[in-house]
């Protein structure tokens, strides 16, 4: 049944179902039908031209969210495992470049110094799904491209975590003193770790 069918049906209902009947059965039948017959003519006009009869609230509005990425990294001394640096920020999903930029800048200063060598580490996927993991993924290459592009650090070759650690373990600092992560770090001053969760926002 087609809306306008649908709309003419329930008018006509509504219009019937509060109309007066007399005490005869057949004089009653017949003013049923009357009522009925004229009823669905008005409401088929009425649903045609868009005009309501009667009031039977509004729609619900659609209600959508976005998706806002929120990541922490610091930077860890290759030689002792202390912490030289953190950030962390938030930004929604379509503004992945932004939440880079902002991460990248400050990383920079403090106890480094430019010139210094850095390896990007895969970033823990703290929410735990396949959609996390693929931005959290996508938002490290950026971070590694906005740090080759500022020049403050000389950035090596990223370092590929998983295939080592746990991904409990992928921003523990202690990371630095794992013999099969060490043996990747020749050259290298510092490693940037992290993680990323997702979460939606209603818009």
Do not use: W
């Not at 409401?43 to 969210?65: I, Q």
Request: aromatic share 4%; charged share 30%.
């Amino acid at each position: 049944m087609d809306s306008v069918s649908r709309r003419a049906t329930m008018y006509a209902d509504k219009y019937v179902s509060h109309g007066n009947t007399g005490s005869d059965g057949q004089g009653d039948l017949a003013m049923k039908i009357h009522r009925a017959m004229l009823a669905t003519m008005v409401a088929m006009a009425a649903a045609l031209c868009g005009c309501t009869l009667f009031d039977f609230g509004d729609e619900p509005e659609e209600v959508t969210y976005n998706t806002i990425v929120t990541c922490e990294v610091r930077l860890v001394s290759v030689a002792d495992g202390a912490i030289v640096a953190t950030a962390s920020s938030h930004e929604e999903l379509a503004d992945l470049d932004d939440l880079a930029d902002d991460l990248a800048d400050d990383l920079e200063g403090g106890k480094t110094k430019k010139g210094q060598a850095v390896t990007v580490a895969t970033l823990r996927n703290r929410s735990g799904t396949d959609q996390c993991k693929r931005i959290g993924d996508e938002l490290l290459q950026k971070i590694e491209g906005e740090l080759v592009s500022q020049g403050y650090f000389a950035v090596h070759e990223r370092l590929e975590l998983r295939a080592i650690l746990d991904e409990k373990d992928l921003e523990s600092s202690s990371v630095v003193k794992n013999p099969k992560v060490r043996k990747k770090l020749a050259g290298v001053d510092y490693l940037l770790l992290g993680g990323v969760s997702i979460r939606k926002e209603k818009d």
